[in-house]
């Protein structure tokens, strides 16, 4: 009989067996690694792609909201005889502005409407809106807030105005809609949200000047031609490094009512 080996009929012998062991353990720890990482490259590009959705939702609608600023269908303040420019509302003379950290823009819903029965009485909040304005778009002009009813003749046209608030607060960007209520949320995991905006020479020009401002004073609200939005996300935005943390920023530039040259 020979010694070492295997005999026939006999089992491996305990060297081999735990060498074997040894093998199929590495061989299953190699391939649960892979498991492993493939798994947290799976949960990290969902997380990646949640706050993309979200940046792309903001930013959409912040863009379509700052274009239509200032939109007022048919009418343009501008052309209104003096006698009827009195009438209009100080607020609407500046549709885009920026104080206390609230961006609030006023334009007009797209309900507006010719008046089909003479004598008829509307008011803003018929609209959900926070102003109402009728008129013929060239020298007649109304306008009532909230509940105060209008009464229409032939030829008038009906235009809705709603006044839009966003504002950055608790790593949260929050809109308002006509100055009432709460602040609703519409992202979370807001690091950081800093507005700047592009100011022309004076009111009556079109084209951006200097240096985009931050600070925005009062009396500078009308020469606001357009704002760049600049948006970092976390997954820790209260944090105050972001080093080492999964982090994503974005820059947009929107013109108000496209109107740069």
């Known amino acids: 009989m020979k010694r070492g080996g295997l005999l026939p009929g006999k089992g491996f012998s305990l060297v081999e067996l735990l060498i074997a062991m040894a093998l199929g353990l590495m061989l299953t720890l190699g391939v649960l690694q892979v498991f492993l990482a493939s798994k947290e490259s799976f949960v990290l590009q969902q997380r990646s792609a949640a706050m993309q959705e979200n940046a792309r939702f903001l930013l959409g609608r912040l863009a379509q909201d700052i274009r239509q600023a200032g939109q007022f269908g048919c009418l343009d303040l501008r052309r209104l005889p003096a006698s009827s420019r009195v009438t209009v509302p100080a607020e609407l003379a500046v549709p885009v502005s920026y104080q206390n950290g609230v961006l609030r823009m006023i334009s007009a819903l797209p309900v507006s409407a010719d008046v089909s029965v003479p004598g008829d009485v509307f008011s803003a909040a018929d609209f959900a809106a926070r102003w109402l304005v009728v008129t013929n778009c060239l020298d007649s ?5 909230a509940d105060t009813p209008l009464t229409v003749q032939s030829g008038d046209v009906l235009i809705p105005l709603r006044l839009l608030e966003y504002r950055h607060r608790d790593q949260r960007i929050q809109v308002r809609s006509n100055g009432k209520g709460n602040f609703e949320t519409l992202i979370e995991g807001v690091a950081d949200f800093t507005l700047a905006f592009g100011l022309a020479a004076d009111t009556q020009a079109h084209g951006v000047t200097g240096a985009y401002q931050t600070s925005l004073a009062v009396a500078d609200a009308p020469r606001i031609r357009s704002i760049r939005l600049a948006l970092l996300l ?20 929107t013109a108000v009512r496209n109107r740069l040259d």
């Open 141 to 145: 002009l109304q306008v009532s807030e």
């Open 234 to 253: 976390s997954e820790q935005p209260a944090a105050k490094s972001q080093d080492g943390m999964q982090t994503q920023g974005y820059v947009q530039v």
